[in-house]
Nanobody, 124 residues
Framework: QVQLVESGGGLVQAGGSLRLSCAASGRTFSNYAMGWFRQAPGKEREFVAGISWIGLTRVADSVQGRFTSSRDNAKTTVYLQMNSLKPEDTAVYYC??????????????????WGQGTQVTVSS
């Protein structure tokens, strides 16, 4: 089992920044690819960014150049740095984990473990 706990969400004005954290516990964190997803009201959950266990990153086109995923294996924590936030970035953000893949998956079904989510609200 892997337990994931997100933090760092909140209310921010458009153009601002937030850094989300996802603390992992349970299994060997360094073996896991970590993904970030988000779900806005009335919409399906969508892939935002991810980082593999060897540090390869992927990011959705909608946040390219604004969001960056990183990880600190010593702290068993993955981060999502969000810059130049827009009102359309408002959503609940989730982190997820999947073991032993060289490239972080971009679909929900490929992840086994999920956090409870943290709310990000961007005001205009």
């Amino acid at each position: 089992q892997v337990q994931l706990v997100e933090s760092g969400g909140g209310l921010v004005q458009a153009g601002g920044s937030l850094r989300l954290s996802c603390a992992a516990s349970g299994r060997t964190f360094s073996n896991y690819a970590m993904g970030w997803f988000r779900q806005a009201p009335g919409k399906e959950r969508e892939f935002v960014a991810g980082i593999s266990w060897i540090g390869l990153t992927r990011v959705a086109d909608s946040v390219q150049g604004r969001f960056t995923s990183s990880r600190d294996n010593a702290k068993t924590t993955v981060y999502l740095q969000m810059n130049s936030l827009k009102p359309e970035d408002t959503a609940v953000y989730y982190c997820a984990a999947r073991a032993y893949v060289t490239s972080p998956p971009t679909t929900e079904i490929e992840y086994r473990y999920w956090g409870q989510g943290t709310q990000v609200t961007v005001s205009s």
